[in-house]
């Protein structure tokens, strides 16, 4: 991002914050252990994604839970179970899929809460822990299988999996850290973000559903962290969490930094981002290290991942 001029800063306002009821300040989990050790981990927020009604879902990874979000920033627990969900995306029938480094791609029904697998494992072998994912306009899912990969271990891939033929097929095996992902806006490349990787990737597909001539999108900054999740707007700008600057990235369709959003919180971590409110103008952003959704205004909607047919 050296090439060019600095962007300009956005500001980002408080929306809601996690309601001390649900706070585990004292909390303990293999996945802290791992990942935070030593550390208070009250909650570590992640996934945002709105469903038909307006309302925000959210995953906590450390303590298995899923939490909706209302409007008015009213918080209720949908569910808590033995995972550790990160991405969450809703498909365009209602149903939600849930990216869990644990057990995989997981199904909740929001109607009953009950929690089903999808996608456990390829060929017999359990994936190194699921990221994030992603549906393109006809309902296939990308996502990505991170697990502990990055330039020591450059061996994160990213799938597409077809829910109607149950096909499984890997699109890259040399990841280091693929994270967040979405398609550009024509869907004819996908944009996967490499966290250790501190990079950007772009993956173009061919007619057969391969992909070739991947390279760097864009490179991030740098810092303690990388690149993390990912959002597309209309006009086909990206907008990328920076895990350890405490900021989102606006790029426009050409990889050329327009925007720094900024946190106006003392966390550092923002994690996820969706667009939502009343005219999907608004980005909607997790603040994982102080349990805070955070909203910046933006001057075009969100692109949606499919058509609501």
Same mark, same amino acid.
């Given at each position: 991002?050296?090439? /060019? ?6 500001? !980002? ?9 649900? #706070? ?19 909650? &570590? ?34 569910? *808590? ?6 991405? @969450?995306?809703?498909?365009?029938? $209602?149903?939600? &899929?849930?990216?869990? /480094? ?6 909740? +029904? ?20 699921? %990221? ?8 296939? @899912? ?6 502990? !990969? ?8 990213? &799938? ?9 097929? #890997? ?9 967040? @992902?979405?398609? +550009? ?12 990787? %501190? ?18 999108? !864009? ?12 959002? @597309?707007?209309?006009?086909? %700008?990206?907008?990328? #969490? +920076?895990?350890?600057?405490? #900021? ?10 327009? /925007? ?5 919180? *003392? ?9 939502? $409110? ?5 980005? /909607?952003?997790?603040?994982?290290? !102080? ?10 909607? $969100? ?7």
């Amino acid at each position: 991002m050296s090439f /060019y001029a600095p962007p300009k800063d956005l500001q !980002t306002r408080i929306f809601t914050r996690m309601p001390d009821e649900f #706070c585990r300040p004292n909390g303990d989990s293999d996945w802290i252990r791992a990942n935070k050790p030593g550390q208070s981990v009250p909650s &570590f927020l992640e996934g945002p994604s709105f469903d038909r009604e307006g309302d925000l879902y959210v995953t906590d990874i450390p303590y298995g839970r899923i939490f909706r979000i209302s409007p008015q920033g009213e918080w209720s627990l949908v569910v *808590e179970y033995d995972g550790w969900p990160n991405g @969450l995306k809703i498909h365009r029938d $209602g149903r939600i &899929f849930i990216a869990d /480094y644990k057990n995989g791609i997981l199904l909740l +029904d929001p109607e009953t809460r009950q929690i089903s697998p999808v996608l456990t494992h390829r060929r017999s072998e359990g994936f190194k822990g699921v %990221n994030d994912l992603f549906f393109d306009r006809d309902g296939r @899912l990308y996502f990505t299988d991170q697990g502990q !990969t990055g330039m020591h271990d450059p061996s994160g891939r990213v &799938f597409r999996y077809d829910l109607d033929s149950q096909q499984l097929d #890997c699109l890259v095996d040399n990841a280091p850290s693929p994270n967040g @992902l979405v398609m +550009d806006r024509d869907e004819r490349a996908l944009l996967v973000a490499m966290t250790r990787g %501190n990079a950007v990737w772009r993956l173009p597909l061919q007619a057969d559903g391969s992909t070739s001539k991947v390279g760097v999108f !864009t490179p991030m900054a740098g810092g303690v962290s990388g690149a993390d999740g990912m959002a @597309l707007d209309v006009d086909g %700008n990206l907008f990328v #969490c +920076d895990a350890g600057n405490g #900021c989102v990235w606006a790029f426009d369709r050409h990889a050329v930094p327009l /925007y720094r959003i900024r946190s106006c919180t *003392e966390g550092r971590t923002l994690t996820n981002l969706a667009f939502g $409110g009343k005219d999907g103008t608004q980005l /909607y952003i997790t603040d994982s290290s !102080t349990g805070t959704i955070l909203v910046a205004d933006w001057q075009s909607s $969100g692109r949606p991942m499919f058509s609501h047919s």
